[in-house]
Structure formats: C-alpha cells, structure tokens
C-alpha cells in the first residue's frame, strides 16, 4: 500500500491514512487501498476493532492532519461522469466501515475537512484530540459534500447544525464538535492515541460476536420504523442466545468467575 499503514497489536488494527505531501486528502489510489485493506481486515478474526487516523504531515508533525478532504488537485478537472464514479469509489469503503464486523474508531488527529470529516462519520465512534477541527467546505469550492457528508452530518448532529455547517463552510473546533454531537470525546493531542487504544481494548474485550450483532441492530434500524426495528432486533438477540458466549457469559456470572469469551 502507497497511502495506508496497518498495524495489528492485541486485536486491535491502526490504520493511518498517510500521504504527507497532501495532509493525507484522499485521491482515488488511497480509496482504493482503503477498500481492499477493509475487506482483508473483515475476513480477519484476530482484529476486533479499527481504529482510523491520520499520518504526519511533510515536517513530521503529527497533529496536523486527520485527512484534508477528497484531494483537490484529482478533482478539479472532473466530468461529471467521473465526479459520480469518484464518489462512488469512496462509498464502499464508507459502508464497510460503517458496516463491517469489526467496531470502527476514527482517532482525529488535526484537519478533518471535507472528505476528512465525512470518513469519521463513517466510522462508528470519533474521539478528536482538542486541536482537531472539522469542516465541510464544499460549497466554499462549487461542490456539495460528496462523500456522504449531507447525509450522515444530519443525522450525527441534526438538520438545522449540519446546514449550518455545509451552507456556511465554518471550521468547527472540537469543543464545538462535541457540544454538537459529531464526535464521542475530546482529549489533549498527546493523549489521542492512548484514549483510542483504551477504548479499543474495552471493546474488544466483550463478546466480540455480540458487539458484531449489536451493531448490525443500530444500523440496521436506524432507518427503519420502530415496529420494525424492535422485531429485528428480537430476532437478532435470538441470534446471540444461540451462541457459546452467551451460555459461558451468563454461566460465568453465576459461577462468580471471568467469562472466556471466544464467538466472532
Ligand atoms: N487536496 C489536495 N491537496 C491538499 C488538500 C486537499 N484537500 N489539502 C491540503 N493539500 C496540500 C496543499 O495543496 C499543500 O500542498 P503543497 O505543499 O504542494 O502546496 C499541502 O497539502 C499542505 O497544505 P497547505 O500548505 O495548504 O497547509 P496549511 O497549513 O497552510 O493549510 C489547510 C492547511 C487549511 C488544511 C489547507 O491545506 C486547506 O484548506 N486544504 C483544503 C481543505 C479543503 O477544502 N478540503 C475539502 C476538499 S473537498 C472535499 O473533501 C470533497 C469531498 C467529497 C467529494 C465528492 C466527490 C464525488
């Protein structure tokens, strides 16, 4: 891979988006090594959760940049056609982290603009280092948010925030963000890795099949109606009553004792 780094430790993988050149903005050879790595990932049973983040900029300062947005100087001579088919190359790696098995975590470490900001909202949690600043600048460049930013910004923060947002372009800090609802918690830069890592480390040790199924339910539901949804979700908890770890989990309660947790 020219543009990702992975690195897996205790079931946890970190993926760094890392073009340095760019503030790691996202061309169509990144999405596509994004991708494939997210597919290699899913089929892996040693990873349990993924944390998403930024690599250094040009002067090895790692606080800079999350990701810059979709990159600029690939976009600025696209056809329509191709706009469409760019788009398109980043929205199955979205919904694989929005989707896949493994529990996703955008650790943001400097600009999540444009593009930067839409793939944390991909991801299922975002902790932001307090230096970290999010925007969507589109309109600012004679485009909409494209990568799924006028949909998911709405939904993370409401209508009426996420208009704010995109009609206005205005950076917002990550206090606000967190005011806001777009990300999960805000921690100081030095800490950023170590909070994700913990987090990680918590998830992973749950029942990381019923972590699996649990986030299956939330997305799933989340746009279907209530009836719906609460029936789908009594058919997936039926799902992990049929599994080892929820006899061992509820036995090991009884027994007074840790739980060996094994089902993915
Ligand atoms: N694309 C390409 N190159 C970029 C990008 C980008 N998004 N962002 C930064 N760079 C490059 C710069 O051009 C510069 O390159 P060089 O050193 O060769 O001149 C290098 O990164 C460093 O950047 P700066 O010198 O500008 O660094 P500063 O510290 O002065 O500024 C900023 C940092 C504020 C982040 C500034 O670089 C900036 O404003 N970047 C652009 C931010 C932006 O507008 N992002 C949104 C892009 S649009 C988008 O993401 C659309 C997504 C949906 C697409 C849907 C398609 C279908």
């Known amino acids: ?23 790691n903005a996202l061309n169509s050879e990144t999405l596509t090594e994004l991708n494939t790595v997210l597919s290699e990932i899913e089929a892996r049973d040693d990873v349990k959760v993924v944390i998403l983040t930024g690599g250094p900029d040009k002067k090895d300062n790692p606080y800079k940049s999350f990701v810059a947005g979709a990159d600029i100087s690939e976009m600025v001579n696209f056809t329509a056609a191709e706009a469409r088919a760019f788009g398109m190359r980043a929205a199955e790696p979205f919904f694989k982290l929005m989707n896949m098995r493994q529990v996703t975590i955008a650790a943001v470490n400097g600009f999540a603009l444009g593009g930067g900001c839409e793939i944390a909202m991909a991801c299922d949690i975002r902790i932001a280092a307090d230096n970290a600043s999010f925007a969507q600048p589109e309109c600012g460049l004679g485009i909409i948010p494209g990568f799924g930013g006028t949909q ?37 830069k030095e800490e950023l890795m170590d909070t994700a ?9 749950k029942a990381s099949y019923a972590v699996s199924i649990a986030k299956a ?5 989340y746009d279907m ?12 908890f039926g799902v992990t009553c049929s599994t080892h770890d929820k006899k061992e989990g509820m036995t090991a309660f009884l027994e007074k004792r840790a739980a060996d947790l094994t089902d993915f």
Do not use: H, Q, W
């Open 152 to 188: 998911r910004l709405a939904r993370l923060v409401g209508m009426g925030r996420a208009k704010e947002m995109i009609f206005t372009c205005d950076n917002v800090n990550a206090e606000e963000a967190y005011r806001i609802g777009l990300v999960n918690k805000v921690v100081p």
């Open 1 to 23: 891979m020219n543009n990702l780094k992975l690195e897996v430790e205790n079931e946890v993988a970190v993926l760094t988006i890392s073009r340095p050149a760019a503030l």
């Open 217 to 221: 339910a939330i997305n799933n539901g």
């Open 197 to 205: 890592k913990k987090m990680a480390a918590k998830i992973a040790s």
């Open 225 to 236: 109606d209530i009836k719906n949804a609460v029936e789908m979700e009594a058919n997936l």
